[in-house]
């Protein structure tokens, strides 16, 4: 299995010193960056309702588990960008931790996507809000905007556990990368 810089995969992968600092403090700003996105979205989104519809929740429970389950797919995927530290052993990268952080991206996007998919469905044929006439227009921005802040902290966990060849010679100070 030819995964990193053309030599087979072992226990540890080898990073440049750059690259390995720069997923140290990015896992860390971009996991915290999604925490703080996925509260103000929640907060403005029950912000807007209360003036729109009289209350920041909707009146149903699938209204609820609809605005609520994307926004925790999000935060699962912030607690995973923000465990990235932990594939790192020095300048190396654990190959066995990088792996199951990357499977638990995977299941964090997978959840997204159901969950993103369950609220637009939900908006689209249940009365959330109990006034017929209004389209649930916060609770799709809200299902939009997490959607995009979790392939925002998806891509970003990928980036920083399993680095293409490219990135690698870009942060690497030696030529042999």
């Known amino acids: 299995m030819k995964q990193y810089y053309g030599q087979q995969a072992t226990e540890y992968a080898p990073l440049p010193p750059r690259f390995a600092a720069r997923v140290r403090g990015g896992s860390l700003v971009t996991g915290v960056a999604l925490l703080i996105g996925t509260v103000l979205v929640l907060g403005l989104t029950a912000f807007v309702n209360r003036p729109l519809h009289g209350h920041s929740l909707p009146d149903s429970a699938v209204g609820v588990v609809g605005l609520l389950l994307p926004t925790l797919a999000v935060v699962a995927t912030a607690i995973v960008v923000l465990s990235c530290r932990g ?36 908006s689209a044929l249940v009365d959330l809000w109990s006034d017929h006439d209004r389209l649930g227009a916060t609770d799709l921005l809200a299902t939009f905007t997490n ?24 942060f690497s100070d030696h030529p042999i990368w």
């Open 87 to 122: 594939c790192l052993q020095g300048d190396y990268l654990v190959v066995a931790r990088a792996r199951v952080a990357r499977k638990a991206l995977t299941t964090c996007f997978a959840a997204l996507v159901v969950a993103c998919l369950f609220a637009l469905t939900a």
């Open 147 to 170: 959607f995009a802040l979790g392939v925002i902290g998806h891509a970003a966990g990928l980036f920083y556990i399993r680095p293409s060849v490219t990135t690698l010679e870009k």
